[in-house]
């Protein structure tokens, strides 16, 4: 049993490769199909970058942060700001923070490079046991079992995985493994992901140009999309909160978030706590009088739903407060965290 499962697993890889070489995306951390590995430093910044967000979206801040730290060594000196600051709009800012985290690791204790084995990625800041595998696997030519989303969903559909989400996952990675080559392991999870973003999509798979068909249980059974299985989503518990908009003229305060918790360190508008009823005016910069704007923010985040009110204050020149004052015409070079970016797009017609 143990030799068809290796013959049938060698077979998908081979199919799979083949697709790849002749179908691989062209992207600024990836080497040409074939070659030994990639970038150690690229890969592990996009695969960083990549974690819950899309390739398009991560493309334009790649350039940048490459162009701009174009390695380790680079990267580790940088300011906690300015990092901070080009992340802004990427989103789970963590990453940010994790990133400079690491690159210091690396460039202090590691002489700038990268360790090969998923035990010793494994240690460095911000790299999780998907993370390790994929720089393994593609920085180093390793044979490591990746398994992302888009993998899940294609071995969910190969293998008809009837146990749902997230309880799939021990099973989805083993069965991953079985048809993990060892050769060319690199280009093999990249061939997954890049099979999972543009044909085995989760809606509407296009099975007909799949090079895996004639191997997809889900796709004999012609229930593929129902793959794989999912227990029903739980409603996000609602917040709410106030965004203060405290001007001097032209001038706007901004405050930096604590670097523990949610969008740490990033500069922002002040803001009262987030609870679950309307805070109101707690936690304000300063006692003024403060007016209330006819609009609101909303934002998502991975655990809970925003509602923020907005209100606009005028500093009297004298009262002491907190923060650094931001020309509002110059608020786009602040990196503010989407959520007070928003802001800005509600008060520019306003403010500006």
């Not at 997230?166 to 991953?176: C, D, H, I, S, V």
């Not at 508008?269 to 109101?280: I, S």
């Not at 650094?324 to 015409?329: G, H, K, R, S, T």
């Amino acid at each position: 049993m143990l030799d068809n499962v290796r013959t049938e697993g060698a077979g998908i890889a081979s199919r799979l490769l083949d697709w790849y070489d002749a179908n691989a995306r062209t992207l600024p951390w990836r080497a040409p199909p074939g070659a030994n590995a990639a970038d150690p430093y690229r890969v592990w910044l996009s695969e960083i970058m990549l974690q819950q967000t899309q390739v398009a979206t991560v493309i334009p801040y790649f350039d940048r942060f490459t162009a701009r730290w174009p390695d380790f060594e680079a990267f580790a000196a940088a300011e906690d700001a300015d990092v901070m600051g080009a992340w802004a709009g990427l989103g789970y800012y963590a990453r940010a923070r994790n990133l400079l985290a690491c690159a210091r690791v690396v460039a202090s204790e590691h002489g700038g490079r990268l360790p090969e084995s998923e035990a010793e990625l494994l240690k460095l800041p911000g790299v999780g046991a998907y993370t390790a595998a994929a720089i393994a696997s593609i920085a180093f030519g390793k044979r490591a079992v990746v398994v992302d989303g888009n993998v899940e969903r294609v071995v969910s559909r190969l293998f008809a995985v009837e146990t749902p989400l997230p309880a799939a996952r021990p099973e989805l990675k083993r069965l991953t493994d079985t048809i993990t080559p060892g050769a060319r392991a690199g280009d093999f999870a990249q061939a997954m992901m890049d099979l999972g973003s543009g044909i085995c999509t989760p809606k509407s798979p296009k099975c007909l140009l799949c090079p895996l068909a004639p191997d997809c249980a889900a796709r004999a059974q012609d229930d593929p999309a129902t793959y794989p299985r999912r227990l029903p989503k739980k409603a996000k518990p609602q917040r709410f909160g106030t965004i203060f908009l405290l001007h001097d003229d032209d001038r706007v305060l901004l405050v930096r978030r604590p670097d523990k918790g949610l969008l740490g360190g990033m500069r922002a508008f002040p803001t009262g706590p987030w609870n679950d009823a309307p805070p109101g005016l707690a936690d304000a910069p300063l006692a003024t009088d403060w007016q209330p704007i006819d609009d609101e923010v909303t934002h998502v985040f991975t655990h809970f739903a925003l509602r923020c009110a907005l209100v606009r204050g005028t500093w009297d020149g004298q009262s002491s407060v907190e923060g650094e004052w931001w020309p509002i015409a110059d608020l786009d070079s602040a990196g503010l965290p989407t959520v007070f970016a928003k802001a800005i797009q509600h008060l520019g017609e306003t403010d500006r």
